[in-house]
T-cell receptor, first 114, second 111 residues
Framework: ETGVTQSPTHLIKTRGQQVTLRCSSQSGHNTVSWYQQALGQGPQFIFQYYREEENGRGNFPPRFSGLQFPNYSSELNVNALELDDSALYLC?????????????FGPGTRLTVL | SQQGEEDPQALSIQEGENATMNCSYKTSINNLQWYRQNSGRGLVHLILIRSNEREKHSGRLRVTLDTSKKSSSLLITASRAADTASYFCATDGGNDYKLSFGAGTTVTVRA
């Protein structure tokens, strides 16, 4: 059974650029959630995708968008990068969208915006 | 904003001692989960407790939940160096799908 993987591991961008982060969910999981974790903080929910549809969204602006593909892998896109977007971005997969499921996290992508 | 708040922010203990950390939350929940994170990497699920449960055990972990006080505690017994990590509580805030994490408790276990 393959765990959750994310790419790239690290990324450096400049203000105003766009970035795409990728996540492969665990085998058999149809739900992916994305989180932003600033240094010294807990993860903040960005959005969740269930069977290729956005199922819920946290308090993030529209320049944060995502996709989920038929194989349930997912992308997080961030446009017009700001310095405050520097953070660890985590994706988590689960066997269904319900909160009682354990979420399986990937190792994260460390994004630095200069 | 974060639904859960862990206390203390940081904890340093000797190997073999017990570590206790608390989580308080603001709204009603269906369940509460605890996760561990090593050195800014991905989180690992430790235990889930449902709103109708008061206590749950898993190996050296003991979790309690008091819904009247909107609080939970995580006890790690006989701590080991490998327990050095940040610990987060996560609640669903009564939602069916969204998890809200606290800021975490950083635990350091000294050899």
């Amino acid at each position: 059974e393959t765990g959750v993987t994310q790419s790239p591991t690290h990324l450096i961008k400049t203000r105003g650029q766009q970035v795409t982060l990728r996540c492969s969910s665990q085998s058999g999981h149809n739900t992916v959630s994305w989180y932003q974790q600033a240094l010294g903080q807990g993860p903040q929910f960005i959005f969740q995708y269930y069977r290729e549809e956005e199922n819920g969204r946290g308090n993030f602006p529209p320049r944060f968008s995502g996709l989920q593909f038929p194989n349930y892998s997912s992308e997080l896109n961030v446009n017009a990068l700001e310095l405050d977007d520097s953070a660890l971005y985590l994706c988590a997969s689960s066997p269904s969208m319900w909160s009682y499921n354990e979420q399986f996290f990937g190792p994260g992508t460390r994004l630095t915006v200069l | 904003s974060q639904q859960g708040e862990e206390d203390p922010q940081a904890l340093s203990i000797q190997e073999g001692e017990n570590a206790t950390m608390n989580c308080s939350y603001k709204t009603s929940i269906n369940n509460l989960q605890w996760y561990r994170q090593n050195s800014g990497r991905g989180l690992v699920h430790l235990i889930l407790i449902r709103s109708n449960e008061r206590e749950k055990h898993s190996g050296r972990l003991r979790v309690t939940l008091d819904t009247s006080k909107k609080s939970s505690s995580l006890l790690i017994t006989a701590s080991r160096a490998a327990d050095t990590a940040s610990y987060f509580c996560a609640t669903d805030g009564g939602n069916d799908y969204k998890l809200s994490f606290g800021a975490g408790t950083t635990v350091t276990v000294r050899a």
